[in-house]
């Protein structure tokens, strides 16, 4: 996974956010730094917003929102986040996946849930994006060691399990992107297996930062970053917000996931983010936050630490990677 290009436009060429972003004020009350002790739990106080992610309106709603503190971190730039992507199911350059990805088809979409489930359900996209949206400005640390500030709308994936009712002995929860082959790169020339699969414990999905993200910056998923639906583990390694998802299932066992069963000793199935784990490659004690020159300190669990850490009490870090 690891390439070196970075892609680092400048201020001047990078405008567009600016319309959404406006006031100093929203990024005070939007950004969700797990860092600061003041804002833990802060989600809470990010109420619905406007339902259809098309519409940038609910950014004046955002800007309103009660004020929590911030921790210096500011959001990355539109052009940045949509042009610096992993999307290898169309290509494994980072800088070309906005041009290849237009190719993806993201209607009629439907995300079938099922598995151990009461009530297994098909949802059509547009069902999905009728549940109440929610602002969530994020970190996101990739694995290769660098890292953005995302804006992205959404809700939480504890309110699509409730509606499907999760049955006593599920345990986890397996992801699956979309691979339709006409359009899509081979397992072979991307060098993992497609569909892409991801999965975590049923804990995990639940957990109230957990994302199914429909947009950012108040428009709909642009289709690089996975259209018209993700998932978004904020102190995860990239890899596991997995994108384009269209089949989601209960299960009583630890579900494959791509990256693990490419290279299973680089990619466990937590990848909880961890300055103190190395990949066996390089350190992930730093990273480099896209849009800056110097490497800043990684933070345990992405800075959600405070947030998360409980549910890994009492395991072994280093062996659960
Ligand atoms: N999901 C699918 N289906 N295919 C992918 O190649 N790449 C993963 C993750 N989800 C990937 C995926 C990786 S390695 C990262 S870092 C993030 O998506 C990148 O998300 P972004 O392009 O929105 O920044």
Redo the contacts with the bound molecule.
């Keep these: ?1 690891a390439t070196s290009k970075a892609n680092n436009p400048k201020d001047s060429e990078v405008t567009p956010e600016e319309l959404f972003l406006g006031r100093r004020n929203f990024i005070r009350a939007g950004l969700f730094a797990g860092s600061v002790a003041a804002t833990s739990l802060a989600y809470k106080y990010f109420g619905p917003r406007s339902a259809n992610p098309e519409t940038a309106s609910g950014a004046a709603d955002v800007a309103s929102q009660t004020a929590v503190a911030a921790s210096g971190d500011q959001p990355n730039t539109f052009e940045e ?1 949509t042009n ?6 169309f290509t494994t350059d980072k800088l070309a ?1 906005a041009e290849e990805a237009k190719a993806l088809v993201t209607r009629p979409w439907t995300v079938e849930v099922g598995g151990l489930v009461q009530r297994p359900k098909t949802f059509d996209i547009d069902e999905l994006l009728r549940f109440p949206q929610e602002e969530r400005i994020y970190r ?1 640390r ?3 060691a660098w890292s ?1 500030v995302i804006p992205w709308m959404g809700f939480p994936l504890a309110a699509l399990l409730a509606q499907v009712e999760p049955l006593g002995t599920a345990k986890y929860v397996a992801f699956e ?1 979309l691979y339709d082959k006409s359009y899509m790169q081979t397992s072979w020339s991307a060098g993992i297996d497609f569909p ?1 699969v991801e999965g975590l414990r049923l804990d995990e999905a639940m957990h109230p930062l957990t994302l199914l993200a429909t947009g950012l910056y108040g428009k709909q998923m642009p289709n ?3 259209a018209p639906i ?1 998932l978004v583990v904020p102190w995860k390694y ?2 596991k ?4 998802v269209v089949r989601i299932t209960l299960t009583d066992s630890e579900p494959p996931t791509t990256w693990n069963i490419a290279a299973p000793r680089e990619y466990g199935f937590y990848s909880n983010v961890n300055p103190n784990v190395n990949h066996p490659r390089w350190s992930q004690a730093k990273e480099r936050r896209i849009g800056e020159f110097s490497m800043r300190p990684t933070l345990m669990f992405n800075g959600y630490e405070q947030e998360v850490a409980s549910m890994y009490a009492g395991m072994d870090l280093r062996k659960n990677f």
Excluded: D
């Excluded at 610096?84 to 199911?89: G, I, T």
């Design positions: 996974m986040i610096y992507n992993n999307f290898y199911e996946v996101f990739c694995v290769e953005m992107s892409y690089q970053n996975g993700r990239g890899f917000s997995i994108k384009s």
